[in-house]
């Protein structure tokens, strides 16, 4: 239940709409590159196996 | 043993790969208990009302804004004089970090400040510097990115960190040497009679261990990935020679 915010309401709650969000897109970029740039450093690490 | 060892790339990483869960998971629970607080079991200020809900946010962002730069500093440094490459990578992946920090620290600094000050933005000391802060920010990852060597980008970068560092400094500092504009002195304080009262502080305490257990887990992560992209690159140029 959200708390009464009075007449501020519409600010407070658009700071933890958008403040959440970007915690949270920052997190996700963060997970996708790291397992992007991780599956990328196999397949190159697999490529310099095969040409030895 | 010696902090040094950590200074190779594998060791590093198979030293924090296994804290990185317990440091993301513990923001979110950390991060979560302390905006839950803040947000539903703190009452509104006698003067700010509701809006004083926002400091659960805007406070931690913007110590973060400048500790990250803080934190980059120290890293550019030990960069500049042993030449660690894991500490430069360190710098160059918290950069971004440090730069949604800053937006997070405006854009809730903004939102506050109409209703309370009458306006969205002032040219005041602390403002001023936070957004040139943040100019310093774009520069720096704007810099590791125009170019391609990597020490002399390590080395441009190292500079331009240690310069703005004035900036980070000003941004915590300058309603002290100024003492003036909008903006109010250092809502958190060891001293007991200038800080928040103990209902709003309990609950801030809470949130920025959470941004900083973030902040820890997402360098830690976004290092790996920069020391992971330098093994590409020297692989990739071994294949081509």
Redesign the interface.
């Known amino acids: 239940m959200i708390?009464?915010?009075?007449?501020?309401?519409i600010?407070?709650l658009?700071?933890?709409a958008?403040?959440?969000a970007?915690?949270v897109?920052?997190?996700a970029i963060?997970?996708h590159?790291?397992r992007k740039?991780?599956a990328?450093?196999a397949a190159?690490?697999a490529?310099?196996g095969g040409?030895k | 043993m010696s902090i040094w060892e950590y200074a190779n790339p594998k060791k590093f990483i198979t030293t924090t790969t296994p804290l990185v869960p317990w440091l993301l998971w513990g923001a979110i629970a950390v991060l979560g208990v302390g905006l839950t607080w803040g947000f539903f079991f703190t009452p509104d200020d006698a003067r700010q009302g509701s809006t004083v809900k926002i400091f659960y946010l805007h406070v931690p962002s913007a110590m973060m804004a400048i500790n990250v730069w803080a934190m980059m500093l120290m890293a550019s440094v030990i960069w500049l004089v042993r030449r660690h490459h894991v500490s430069a990578l360190a710098a160059k992946a918290a950069a971004p970090i440090g730069v949604v920090m800053t937006i997070m620290a405006l854009f809730t600094g903004a939102i506050w400040g109409q209703p309370i000050w009458g306006t969205w933005w002032a040219w005041d000391p602390r403002l001023t510097s936070f957004l040139i802060l943040f100019l310093f920010y774009l520069g720096y990852i704007a810099l590791w990115a125009a170019i391609e060597d990597p020490d002399t980008a390590a080395d441009l970068t190292s500079v331009l960190c240690i310069v703005g560092s004035v900036f980070a400094i000003l941004s915590r500092y300058a309603v002290n040497f100024w003492n003036q504009g909008l903006h109010q002195p250092a809502s958190l304080s060891l001293d007991k009679e200038e800080n928040v009262a103990d209902v709003f502080w309990y609950p801030a305490l809470v949130c920025i261990a959470g941004f900083v257990l973030l902040f820890l887990a997402l360098v830690l992560i976004r290092t790996a990935t920069e020391i992971r992209l330098r093994r590409i690159r020297a692989l990739e140029m071994r294949m081509r020679s």
Not at chain 1, 3 to 9: I, M, S, T, V
Request: charged share 20%; no cysteine.
């Open positions: 708390p009464d915010l009075g007449k501020y309401a600010e407070v658009t700071v933890y958008v403040s959440i970007m915690l897109g920052v997190v963060t997970l590159r790291s740039v991780k990328r450093l190159v690490e490529m310099q040409a």
